[in-house]
């Protein structure tokens, strides 16, 4: 990354968890599988990838009316190859995943000045986040002080503003009464450790992992903690724990900072709705359209 200037505007685009390559996951168009047949999206999906579009623009709006430099981060779970839900993806080709993730970062290039991608879970992204790390590798993202193509963390200033990244929080609150004591939860944690560590304090610091979009608002010392929301659909892994009637917002954040100043932007959609009950005489009658 280019040495940090101050006084120029610089945008930090975050956001998390697309999981390219599951069924409820982001997915580009276009996608042509290993038997050459096209990848079909649903409605739902469909739906995502305008979203996906859509907050790019958003992006890019920001960076013309700040005049500003744009680093986009990917606060992990880029891609899915889950090798516990192995029903719910779409290639288990690692190429194939690699493709589709590349395409995906198409409109993410055309706004960003440098890219920045933290490693998410194993389960999702395979041992040591090997497919995270190729990834990295095929969009030239920004490698850590260590030459990692993909960091396990990030630790980084823009704009005079200290950031920290990592995929998954120390803790978090499951409910939505305990999501914000979860938040307050994990400030304390880290601001201990980077205390004890003696490593700069974060201004800023994102997590990601259980799909919630939630912060710690103004009202704490630094650092700002922010939980970001999703680039992925409900999946059957949160229908199990009995929450499926939830509609997960998603989106990401921006991040605009200068001068050692910052403020933060989110924007997310709420969509793919389920359309109000059916009843029983429309439910047979769609049955005999299908057969």
Same mark, same amino acid.
């Given at each position: 990354?280019?040495?940090?200037?101050?006084?120029?505007?610089?945008?930090?685009?975050?956001?998390?968890?697309?999981?390219?390559?599951?069924?409820?996951?982001?997915?580009?168009?276009?996608?042509?599988?290993?038997?050459?047949?096209?990848?079909?999206?649903?409605?739902?999906?469909?739906?995502?990838?305008?979203?996906?579009?859509?907050?790019?623009?958003?992006?890019?709006?920001?960076?013309?009316?700040?005049?500003?430099?744009?680093?986009?981060?990917?606060?992990?779970?880029?891609?899915?190859?889950?090798?516990?839900?192995?029903?719910?993806? +779409?290639?288990? /080709?690692? &190429?194939?995943?690699?493709?589709?993730?590349? %395409?995906?970062? =198409?409109?993410?290039?055309? $706004?960003?000045?440098?890219?920045?991608?933290?490693?998410?879970?194993?389960?999702?992204?395979?041992?040591?986040?090997?497919?995270?790390?190729?990834?990295?590798?095929?969009?030239?993202?920004?490698?850590?002080?260590?030459?990692?193509?993909?960091?396990?963390?990030?630790?980084?200033?823009?704009?005079?503003?200290?950031?920290?990244?990592?995929?998954?929080?120390?803790?978090?609150?499951?409910?939505?009464?305990?999501?914000?004591?979860? +938040?307050?939860? /994990?400030? &304390?944690?880290?601001?201990?450790?980077?205390? %004890?560590?003696? =490593?700069?304090?974060?201004? $800023?610091?994102?997590?990601?992992?259980?799909?919630?979009?939630?912060?710690?608002?103004?009202?704490?010392?630094?650092?700002?903690?922010?939980?970001?929301?999703?680039?992925?659909?409900?999946?059957?892994?949160?229908?199990?724990?009995?929450?499926?009637?939830?509609?997960?917002?998603?989106?990401?954040?921006?991040?605009?900072?200068?001068?050692?100043?910052?403020?933060?932007?989110?924007?997310?959609?709420?969509?793919?709705?389920?359309?109000?009950?059916?009843?029983?005489?429309?439910?047979?009658?769609?049955?005999?359209?299908?057969?």
């Amino acid at each position: 990354m280019a040495t940090d200037n101050d006084e120029q505007p610089h945008i930090l685009a975050a956001f998390a968890d697309p999981h390219i390559n599951s069924m409820v996951g982001l997915l580009p168009p276009g996608v042509t599988l290993d038997n050459e047949a096209p990848a079909a999206l649903g409605k739902a999906q469909r739906w995502l990838w305008r979203r996906w579009l859509d907050w790019w623009q958003w992006i890019a709006d920001l960076k013309a009316e700040y005049n500003a430099r744009v680093t986009g981060l990917c606060a992990g779970d880029a891609v899915d190859k889950n090798k516990k839900a192995p029903y719910e993806l +779409v290639s288990q /080709n690692d &190429a194939t995943i690699m493709d589709m993730a590349c %395409e995906a970062w =198409r409109p993410v290039q055309a $706004v960003t000045d440098y890219d920045i991608i933290v490693r998410g879970t194993q389960v999702h992204t395979g041992d040591a986040s090997h497919l995270e790390e190729q990834l990295a590798q095929r969009i030239g993202a920004v490698q850590d002080e260590a030459g990692r193509d993909a960091w396990p963390t990030a630790h980084f200033t823009i704009g005079g503003v200290c950031i920290y990244a990592a995929h998954r929080p120390e803790t978090h609150g499951a409910l939505v009464h305990t999501e914000g004591p979860g +938040v307050a939860r /994990n400030k &304390a944690y880290l601001q201990a450790a980077f205390h %004890e560590s003696g =490593r700069q304090m974060p201004d $800023v610091a994102l997590f990601a992992h259980f799909h919630r979009g939630v912060d710690s608002g103004d009202l704490f010392s630094k650092p700002k903690m922010i939980f970001l929301p999703p680039f992925k659909l409900t999946d059957s892994y949160i229908t199990g724990l009995g929450k499926a009637h939830r509609v997960v917002p998603v989106g990401g954040v921006a991040v605009i900072c200068q001068a050692g100043r910052y403020q933060v932007l989110a924007k997310t959609f709420v969509g793919a709705r389920r359309r109000q009950p059916w009843s029983i005489e429309e439910m047979a009658e769609a049955q005999q359209k299908r057969t």
